[in-house]
């Protein structure tokens, strides 16, 4: 089936560094990606779009200056936390979907567990 | 907009009993609904999924859903539950225009007692 690598897994940093995290479709081709945040034991929040070669949609609240977000291939994206804070740290997911018909469903990396001291 | 609700935030149930987990949607034509399990820590995992045809859809695992238009539901049930199948159940809503772009309901926490 298809799979979508997440990397890193975990990372541990401290305040005021960039983090950046990769998502990877390994075995298809992504036209649309999906970032999502997870608080510990709820739901997925979703942050933003991200299409490849445009400019990525955000979710309301979602501050684009922080969240940078970059779609250059068609099997890659990149979420970069900017001057990360403690309270940034939790559980980014994103997921990935192919061309075709509008019911390819999403596929998900394994998520980064993201902590800043 | 879509929505989802999964009345039940945690479910216990004994090993090798059946299991329901409750989900409805709001939407207003017909939907794309899925079921999703995590693990702690891990990603996402689709158990089934449902977009048209047979309303009664099977997944990976033993699971199975039902998708009752009347009733703006699509419960997730298995005959006998496995200690392996202790995780957190995500059920999740999208348009019939845009399946990649989901709504998640809060999840469900089964656990299950040997």
């Known amino acids: 089936g298809a799979v979508v690598s997440q990397h890193p897994s975990r990372v541990i940093c401290k305040s005021g560094t960039s983090v950046k995290i990769e998502c990877r479709s390994l075995d298809f081709q992504a036209t649309t990606m999906f970032w999502y945040r997870q608080f510990p034991k709820q739901s997925l929040m979703l942050m933003a779009t991200?299409?490849?070669?445009?400019?990525?949609?955000?979710e309301q609240g979602v501050e684009k200056d922080k969240f940078l977000i970059n779609h250059a291939s068609l099997t890659l994206s990149t979420l970069t936390v900017t001057s990360a804070h403690p309270e940034d740290s939790s559980f980014y997911i994103c997921s990935a979907t192919g061309t075709g018909s509008p019911d390819q469903p999403q596929h998900f990396g394994d998520g980064t567990r993201l902590s800043i001291l | 907009a879509q929505s989802v609700t999964q009345p039940d935030i945690h479910i216990t149930v004994s090993e090798g009993a059946s299991l329901e987990l409750r989900c409805n949607y709001s939407y207003g034509a017909t939907p794309y609904l899925f079921w999703y399990v995590q693990s702690p820590g891990q990603g996402l995992q689709l158990l089934l999924k449902?977009?048209?045809?047979?309303?009664l859809v099977q997944g990976i695992k033993g699971f199975e859903a039902e998708f009752k238009r009347s009733q703006s539901s699509f419960n997730l049930r298995k005959p006998s539950v496995h200690w392996s199948d202790a995780a957190e159940y995500f059920c999740a809503v999208a348009s019939n225009t845009n399946a990649g772009k989901s709504t998640f309901g809060d999840g469900t926490t089964l656990t299950v007692k040997p």
């Open positions: 991200s299409n490849e070669g445009s400019k990525a949609t955000y």
């Open positions: 449902y977009f048209s045809g047979d309303t």
